[in-house]
């Protein structure tokens, strides 16, 4: 069965145990719950700079390809307590391809003003990175021993004020997000040999984990359609959007062929890399 079956089985039961202990606990711990599908787009931007001395390798993030995301959401949003909220999502590429997640929880001291905590994943792609060697040094010959497309996976944690304005027609909650993204780390390795010499190097490259300074929003407004059976159906607008100082720093281990070694700690400039989302859709609220 399909990954789509599975996820499309996965939020129904979810939402119907939850609907379920809400109705029958004696005091409402769950309420408002809502299950949503929408659809929209990811773009991604990354500064670009000149080519150096030294591999940039943010210079090849979503390079040709991967700067757009066609992107399909689940979400299962509810309040809890008493003045607690929480969104939780589930976010796959247009095959259905689960690529990032996204949660936040809110505490609001009053009708329209709280603070929340939140946590996003997402993945980032280094394409065309071999060019960089064709451009800087065309009179070697090189084997690679690395992809020309680099998957790398970074996670985002943050904080800050959470907005709530609500009414029968419409809610509208934005949240403000201050914190850290935590970029994974990565080996690879190529050969560059010298047109009719023996001369040869091998270069070892240890990217190194980053953790970088983000600030961004998180925003979604509901409009209430109408009701079936107590239950209101309607339409979501949610956008989202990153931006983080980013930079990669790494080991370049060089070996000559007669075993000479020499190794250099490479600090990359930093780059501004934004995370721009938008997507529509249809929500229940139980």
């Known amino acids: ?14 939402g119907i145990y939850f609907h379920s202990f809400d109705i029958t606990a004696q005091h409402k711990t769950i309420n408002n719950l ?3 599908l929408s659809v929209g787009n990811a773009n991604i931007e990354c500064e670009r700079f000149k080519n150096t001395t030294n591999l940039d390798w943010l210079n090849y993030v979503g390079r040709p390809i991967y700067n757009t995301y066609e992107l399909v959401n689940w979400d299962i949003r ?14 796959m590429e ?12 809110q505490y609001y001291f009053n009708n329209w003003f709280g603070f929340h905590s939140g946590l996003r994943s997402y993945n980032t792609y280094i394409e065309s990175a071999t060019s960089y060697f064709s451009e800087t040094a065309p009179d070697y010959y090189y084997q690679y021993h690395f992809d020309d497309q680099r998957k790398v996976y970074n996670i985002s944690a943050y904080c800050g004020p959470a907005f709530y304005i609500k009414n029968k027609l419409f809610k509208w909650t934005t949240t403000v997000n201050i914190g850290l993204s935590f970029q994974d780390g990565f080996n690879e390795h190529l050969y560059r040999k010298t047109p009719n010499s023996n001369e040869d190097y091998a270069f070892y490259y240890k990217i190194k984990p980053q953790s970088n300074c983000m600030y961004g929003f998180s925003s979604l407004f509901e409009m209430n359609l109408f009701k079936i059976n107590n239950k209101k159906i309607g339409l979501l607008l949610k956008a989202d959007y990153q931006n983080i100082q980013k930079q990669t720093n790494y080991e370049l281990k060089r070996e000559s062929w007669l075993g000479e070694t020499d ?22 609220r139980f």
Not at 94 to 105: E, G, H, M
Not at 279 to 284: F, H, T
Request: proline share 2%; no cysteine; aromatic share 20%.
């Open 94 to 105: 247009n095959d259905f391809t689960p690529i990032t997640f996204k949660t936040s929880v």
């Open 263 to 284: 190794i250099s700690d490479i600090k990359g400039a930093k780059h501004v890399f934004m995370w721009k989302e938008w997507d529509a859709g249809i929500y229940l």
């Open 78 to 91: 509810f309040g809890f307590l008493e003045n607690f909220k929480t969104d939780i999502s589930l976010i």
């Open 34 to 36: 809502e299950i949503s």
């Open 1 to 14: 069965m399909s990954l789509r079956f599975f996820t499309t089985v996965f939020f129904l039961l979810t």
